[in-house]
Each structure stands twice: as structure tokens, then as C-alpha cells.
């Protein structure tokens, strides 16, 4: 059955672009902007809720079909479990993100165009997770991008605009990458909508260009999310980033690759993943290691966490290359537990650098200065035992899942090398609280009188214990998107109709 016209699907993209335009009008007012976009993204997120909430009641996709066009001439956008539910756990983390923007210090937030900019950033990662084709994708990605780009440009860090470059650029070649993709699946098949993509390959599945579409589509999701070895801008670009914009972007705009190669192995390409999914499994096991040894040895905090990010990214990777539902359920989970607690933990690093003379997150400038903010250390180490999987963090569920399907699938020895780069996380994130909260404040050292607050990463940990205790709801949608994963028809029929 097909659902047309529905509105709620395209809700989310409708009130982030008209906040992000009104703030820009209003950008001579800085506190009624701030309030504004603060207003804005919570709505953007209420709505997300809302169509979750519906989508996952109705037991089947809502289809927005602009200007009326119907699949595959117009462009849909399609709101199922696994689109809406990532969309949910996005704007959930960008809310926080403008919260902490808002009690920040850092000059780039006075800004006239940095909140429009981060709500465009959020308007491009929920598009490109609401699209339903793929040229839509590159433009939403390319919205992201620009949006990222320049407020990583403007950033306090002299660092940023190096980084803004790096990124750009890199960016521009994953998008050639997705170009590239585009114009084979074209001249394949004559369409570019997701659904109908979806059901002409299953139906031809033997025209010569498809593996170098499936190859160019696997580059560029694995540019968007840093998977090594494509992650060589994201350690400096990240660590450049305004606090705020780097926690959103190491948090939740990587998901955008995950989303990706989720969409592929369960809707696009089910039949030619084979080789793909053995690839994810290497690439993943290599990230952890890579990711948790460079963590472990960098020289500053927000680069620490930049580099974690690699790590456990690489945890989801083999969830996705494992492929069982229950494999699947452990990696929505730890998306979503990921999302959370990266996000406040790169708040809570924001908070002791922003107390340092010389506003950096540089152990050797931040070392003992954590005795300032003693419940940030508190945070942050209960953030560092979610990474790391220990209770009662919502970490621990997920790495719970994720062990028990390599367990059934019996894949015994990547099984330890994934417990063994949760041993990994956990002295990383030791060694960082050792050196910011443990390690005596040096009596040269004259700290800031005042930083930023640290009530958004108080929230995000917070909701990260209640998942962990009470993990059921989350468990539960993360079942129901699984399930609806596993019936791509469902998705086809509700785009193009009986």
C-alpha cells in the first residue's frame, strides 16, 4: 500500500530549512537568534519523535512524494524504522550541541551565521537520511559538507582553516565517488531512486557496471564515516572544530557511512554484499586497533576522542559484516550508545580546555586542570566505561549483542580481537582521566575563572545510564527496525506503490 502526501516524513527537513533561514534574517539579534535555533532543532527533534513514533505504530514507511510526482520520476522522501530511528538519534545529539553552543566561550559562536550553519548541517544529515534517491543524497551530503567546512574554517583554532581545507577536499573526492556511482547505476538501470533501484537489480542483478557502482558507493560511505584506511582527514579536522560542531560531527554525521552501508546490505545490494561484508569485518577489526592505539598515543584530548571514534566505528563495521539480526540489533544499539556518549565526551574535554590560558584540549596544557571541574571527570569517566562496554552504562548492552552474535555466528577469533580493543578503550580513556583529573594542577598554571557548562554532556551521560538500566525501549525499536530490514519489499511497495 502506498502512502502519499504524507507530511510528518518531511517535517523534520521543512522546520530545520525555514528555522536556519529566519536565523539568518534575524542574525543582528544574538539572543533571539540563539534562542531561536535552540528553539528550532528541539522542534526539529519532537518531530523526529513524532514520526518515529507513528512509523513504528503503522508497521510500515511514510512517503513524501514532492510536488506530487510519484517514485521513481519525483523525489521521495521516505521515513521507515531504520531511516527515522537514526534521524531521532541525530537530532537528539544536535540538540545537545546547540545547548552546549550556547553556554560556550569560544568567540565563533557570536558568530552571525554559525547557528544558521549548524542547522543547515543538521538539515543535510537528516535529508540525506530521509532521501529515498541518491542523487538527493549527494546534494544533501554536499549541503553537510559546506556547512561543516566553514565552521570549522571560523573556528578559534588556528588549525582550522588547514582543516577545513582537508576536509573539503576530501569530501569533494567522495563525492566524485558518489557522481561516479550515480552514472552507472543510471546507465544500468535508468533510475536513481533507492526503491526502484532496489527492485530492478534483484531483478537484473548481471549488468557489467553494477560491482564498480557497488565499489564507488562503498568508497564514498566509507569517506563520510573515516573508516580506515579513508580516515586521514578526521583526526585533524575534528580536532580543529569549534567543541560543538566537533562533538556533533564525530558523533552522529559520521552514522551517515553507516547508514549507508546499512541501506546497501539490506535493501540495495543484497544479493552482490557478499565480498563487501568480509571487506567491512577486515576494515573494522583494523579501525579498532588503529583507532585505539592512535587514541592511546596522541598528544591531545579532543584528538584522542577523534581517533576513538575510528575504533569504535570499527566495532560497528563487523556487526554490519556479521549480518545475523541479532549482529544488526547490536549495531543500532551501538549507534545509538556511541552517538550519546562520544558526543558528551568531547563536551566534557571542551569544558576543561576551555579553562586553559591557552583555550586547548593539549594534555600538556590541560594536565591537572580537571581538579577545576571535578564533576566533569565524574562524567567523563562514566562516558569512557560506556565506550568501553562496562555497566551500567547503555555500552555495555551493546557490546553485550554484538559478542553474543559472534558467538552464535562461531566467529571465535574476531571475537577476541573485539574484547581486546574494548581493553584498549578502556586505557585510553584511564590514561586521559589520569592525566586531566588525577594528576595534580601545577601551581604555574592560573586556570580560567569561568569555561563552558557542562549541562549537555550531564544530559547525554544520563540518558546513557537510563538506557543501560532500563534498556527495553531501546532494544525494542531496535528489534523492529531489524525486522523491518529484513522485508525490503516492504520499503519498495511503500515508494512505488502495488
Same mark, same amino acid.
Do not use: C
Given at each position: 500500500m502506498q502512502i502519499t502526501g504524507n507530511y510528518l516524513a518531511i517535517l523534520p527537513i521543512v522546520i530545520l530549512l525555514t528555522g536556519a533561514i529566519i536565523g539568518l534574517?534575524?542574525?543582528? &539579534?544574538?539572543?533571539?537568534?540563539?534562542?531561536? %535555533?535552540?528553539?528550532?532543532?528541539?522542534?526539529?527533534?519532537? %518531530?523526529?519523535?513524532?514520526?518515529?513514533?507513528?512509523?513504528?505504530? +503503522?508497521?510500515?514507511?511514510?512517503?513524501? &512524494?514532492? +510536488?506530487g510526482w510519484s517514485a521513481p520520476f519525483g523525489i521521495s522522501i521516505v521515513a521507515d524504522l531504520l531511516s527515522t530511528t537514526m534521524v531521532m538519534m541525530s537530532l537528539l545529539v544536535i540538540s545537545a550541541g546547540i545547548l552546549y553552543a550556547l553556554g560556550c566561550k569560544d568567540i565563533v559562536t557570536e558568530y552571525p551565521t554559525f547557528y544558521p550553519l549548524f542547522l543547515l548541517l543538521a538539515l543535510g544529515l537528516t535529508g540525506g537520511l530521509l532521501t529515498g534517491d541518491l542523487f538527493n543524497l549527494f546534494v544533501f551530503a554536499e549541503l553537510m559538507v559546506i556547512s561543516a567546512t566553514i565552521l570549522t574554517a571560523i573556528s578559534d583554532d588556528k588549525k582550522g582553516v588547514e582543516a577545513a581545507?582537508?576536509?573539503?577536499?576530501?569530501?569533494?573526492?567522495?563525492?566524485?565517488?558518489?557522481?561516479?556511482?550515480?552514472?552507472?547505476?543510471?546507465?544500468?538501470?535508468?533510475?536513481?531512486?533507492?526503491?526502484?533501484l532496489a527492485n530492478r537489480i534483484q531483478i537484473n542483478p548481471d549488468l557489467p557496471l553494477l560491482p564498480m557502482?557497488?565499489?564507488?558507493?562503498?568508497?564514498?560511505?566509507?569517506?563520510?564515516?573515516?573508516?580506515?584506511?579513508?580516515h586521514f582527514w578526521q583526526p585533524d579536522f575534528h580536532t580543529a572544530a569549534p567543541t560543538p560542531v566537533h562533538a556533533v560531527l564525530s558523533s552522529v554525521v559520521v552514522k551517515l557511512g553507516i547508514y549507508g552501508f546499512l541501506r546497501m546490505s539490506t535493501l540495495l545490494f543484497i544479493d552482490q554484499m557478499d565480498v563487501a561484508k568480509i571487506v567491512l569485518i577486515f576494515?573494522?577489526?583494523?579501525?579498532?586497533?588503529?583507532?585505539?592505539l592512535g587514541a592511546t598515543a596522541t598528544y591531545d584530548a579532543?584528538?584522542?576522542?577523534?581517533? %576513538?571514534?575510528l575504533g569504535q566505528l570499527g566495532f560497528i563495521l563487523v556487526g554490519i559484516g556479521w549480518?545475523?539480526?541479532?549482529?544488526?540489533?547490536?549495531?543500532?544499539?551501538?549507534?545509538?550508545?556511541h552517538s550519546l556518549l562520544k558526543a558528551s565526551m568531547l563536551m566534557l574535554a571542551g569544558t576543561v580546555s576551555s579553562r586553559s590560558p591557552a583555550k586547548t584540549a593539549a594534555f600538556s596544557e590541560i594536565t591537572g586542570l580537571g581538579k577545576v571541574v571535578p564533576i566533569s571527570g565524574i562524567l567523563f569517566l562514566l562516558g569512557g566505561m560506556g565506550l568501553a562496554g562496562i555497566p551500567p552504562m547503555n555500552g555495555f548492552i551493546s557490546k553485550f549483542f554484538l559478542v553474543k552474535s559472534g558467538v552464535e555466528a562461531g566467529e571465535y577469533l574476531p571475537l577476541a580481537l573485539l574484547l581486546l580493543g574494548?581493553?584498549?578503550?578502556?586505557?585510553?580513556?584511564?590514561?586521559?582521566?589520569?592525566?586531566?583529573?588525577?594528576?595534580?594542577?601545577?601551581? %604555574?598554571?592560573?586556570?580560567?575563572?569561568?569555561?563552558d557548562m557542562f549541562l549537555a554532556p550531564a544530559i547525554l551521560i544520563g540518558l546513557s545510564i537510563v538506557l543501560g538500566i532500563w534498556c527495553e525501549p531501546l532494544l525494542q525499536l531496535a528489534e523492529a527496525t531489524v525486522s523491518s530490514m529484513s522485508i525490503p519489499t516492504e520499503y519498495i511497495l511503500a515508494v512505488l506503490g502495488d
Open positions: 534574517l534575524i542574525r543582528q &539579534h544574538r539572543r533571539l537568534q540563539e534562542g531561536w %535555533s535552540f528553539a528550532v532543532i528541539v522542534m526539529a527533534f519532537i %518531530s523526529s519523535l513524532i514520526l518515529l513514533s507513528q512509523v513504528w505504530r +503503522g508497521g510500515q514507511p511514510f512517503v513524501y &512524494h514532492i +510536488g581545507y582537508k576536509y573539503f577536499y576530501i569530501s569533494l573526492i567522495a563525492g566524485v565517488f558518489l557522481l561516479l556511482s550515480v552514472g552507472a547505476l543510471y546507465a544500468s538501470y535508468g533510475s536513481l531512486n533507492i526503491a526502484d557502482a557497488i565499489v564507488f558507493l562503498l568508497a564514498f560511505f566509507m569517506v563520510k564515516s573515516a573508516v580506515v584506511p579513508f576494515l573494522g577489526i583494523v579501525g579498532i586497533f588503529f583507532g585505539g579532543k584528538r584522542m576522542l577523534a581517533y %576513538s571514534t549480518g545475523s539480526s541479532l549482529a544488526l540489533v547490536a549495531v543500532i544499539v551501538y549507534s545509538f550508545n574494548s581493553i584498549i578503550t578502556l586505557v585510553y580513556v584511564i590514561r586521559a582521566y589520569q592525566k586531566i583529573w588525577w594528576i595534580p594542577l601545577p601551581k %604555574s598554571v592560573k586556570p580560567k575563572p569561568y569555561g
